[in-house]
């Protein structure tokens, strides 16, 4: 292991009104000093099952262009399901850390998937308060068991049950998306892979925090995928930064929150914005989300849709292949 586990260093025996240094984030990005405390603008909330198809694709059009992310209710997933997903989710955590390690991600790996507490592990950055699990869920010739716990024994049942509903729910929004675009609505599906396309489930596990003012579970970005569609427990902790604050996600039990990526902004040409985000932790509580990121395949080449270009509208980013983006992204390096 190659240093402990955030769920580890939360258990220690240390001060418990201090965490390490290198957890402590610079003043300008500490939760305590820059979480808006008025009265926000809540993230959009949609009824995915209206009838009103116009009204819907007008709902999640202007959502998706003015903050990059919104809440569905009504969206096809039984609410049993997401409980026991959360449940799987939760007895793997809960697990000995010899048995979660099973599912570690290996050091030498340059895939994403597995057990792991940071995607990069760059001694020059601060660390944020949190272990993940990563792994495929659809579609099927790209999975990788290796990464799928035994251990709840009910994981892979469930996690196979949610991808067959998650993928109804992947084709609404995608043809939503278009229709808000003026396209026809197979267009942004089609553009990010089709039936290609990734779909990566990652659960955030944010153990308690002794100081959840000073440090993040996750920093600030945007998502380098099409779409995310992630699903939190009862825990606060998503932020979004809009009108220049940091604005705290409301709890709406069994909603999906969805959010706008890089390569749907991109294919768009920035009509749609992929949103800015961060989380921060709880003192007594665990935080835990289940997003499941929608990725091109790596060999797609993703750039502005030429139905968004003319001499008013030159192109606002770079077209390339989807893992060189990726590579680009995670390495911090511009595009």
């Known amino acids: 292991m190659e240093f402990d586990r955030v769920q580890t260093i939360a258990s220690l025996s240390f001060d418990k009104e201090a965490i390490p240094e290198e957890f402590i984030m610079p003043e300008k990005e500490q939760p305590a000093i820059t979480t808006f405390r008025g009265l926000a603008p809540e993230i959009p909330a949609i009824d995915l099952s209206d009838?009103?198809?116009?009204?819907?694709?007008?709902?999640?059009?202007?959502?998706?262009?003015?903050?990059?992310?919104?809440?569905?209710?009504?969206?096809?997933?039984?609410?049993?399901?997401?409980?026991?997903?959360?449940?799987?989710?939760k007895k793997f955590f809960e697990l000995p850390q010899e048995e979660k390690e099973v599912c570690a991600r290996p050091r030498d790996s340059e895939s994403i998937e597995g057990y792991g507490s940071k995607l990069l592990n760059d001694p020059q950055e601060k660390k944020t308060w949190v272990?993940?699990?990563?792994?495929?869920?659809?579609?099927?010739?790209?999975?990788?068991?290796?990464?799928?716990?035994?251990?709840?024994?009910?994981?892979?049942?469930?996690?196979?049950?949610?991808?067959?509903y998650m993928r109804?729910?992947?084709?609404?929004?995608?043809?939503?998306?278009?229709?808000?675009?003026?396209?026809?609505?197979?267009?942004?599906?089609?553009?990010?892979?089709?039936?290609?396309?990734e779909y990566k489930l990652k659960i955030n596990y944010y153990p308690?925090?002794?100081?959840?003012?000073?440090?993040?579970?996750?920093?600030?970005?945007?998502?380098?995928s099409a779409i995310t569609i992630l699903v939190p427990n009862e825990v606060p902790g998503l932020q979004i930064f809009k009108d220049d604050h940091w604005i705290e996600a409301k709890y709406i039990p069994d909603a999906l929150i969805i959010h706008i990526g890089d390569q749907i902004e991109i294919l768009s040409n920035g009509k749609y914005k992929a949103v800015l985000h961060r989380t921060t932790v709880a003192k007594d509580r665990a935080r835990m989300s289940w997003p499941v990121f929608l990725e091109p395949p790596g060999e797609l080449v993703v750039g502005p849709l030429p139905q968004f270009i003319n001499k008013d509208n030159p192109p606002k980013f770079k077209t390339k292949k989807f893992k060189d983006y990726m590579y680009f992204k995670l390495n911090k390096l511009p595009q």
């Open 208 to 224: 308690p925090c002794p100081r959840p003012d000073l440090t993040l579970g996750v920093e600030a970005h945007t998502d380098l």
């Open 131 to 164: 272990d993940h699990l990563f792994h495929r869920i659809w579609p099927p010739p790209s999975i990788n068991y290796q990464f799928w716990p035994e251990n709840p024994p009910s994981y892979r049942e469930v996690n196979k049950e949610y991808a067959k």
């Open 51 to 89: 009838p009103d198809q116009e009204k819907l694709v007008g709902l999640i059009a202007d959502a998706s262009k003015e903050w990059g992310i919104f809440q569905v209710i009504n969206h096809g997933i039984p609410s049993d399901l997401i409980a026991e997903l959360q449940g799987a989710g």
């Open 168 to 197: 109804d729910v992947v084709d609404k929004l995608f043809t939503t998306l278009s229709l808000g675009l003026g396209l026809e609505g197979h267009v942004l599906k089609e553009a990010a892979g089709g039936e290609q396309i």
